[in-house]
């Protein structure tokens, strides 16, 4: 399973809002919603987010093996 945890870390840790995201960056609020609810993204989406954040992918998502 998709994680977006390391996401909302990495914004805490830069100082950045998702208000800011939104709107000095331009990225779409239905993005940070399918984020919140751990929906796809696309591969362009995550380049974005890693272009504004100047992080790594492994900055904005993890990989969790859930338990069956």
Do not use: W
Not at 20 to 33: D, R, S
Request: aromatic share 8%; charged share 20%.
């Amino acid at each position: 399973m998709i994680s977006y945890q390391p996401f909302y870390n990495t914004l805490l840790q830069k100082g950045i809002t998702e208000y800011a995201l939104i709107f000095k960056h331009g990225v779409p609020a239905n993005t940070l919603h399918r984020m919140k609810h751990g929906k796809d993204i696309t591969t362009k989406t995550l380049n974005l987010l890693c272009e504004i954040l100047e992080c790594q992918v492994s900055d904005i998502l993890e990989y969790r093996i859930e338990d069956i």
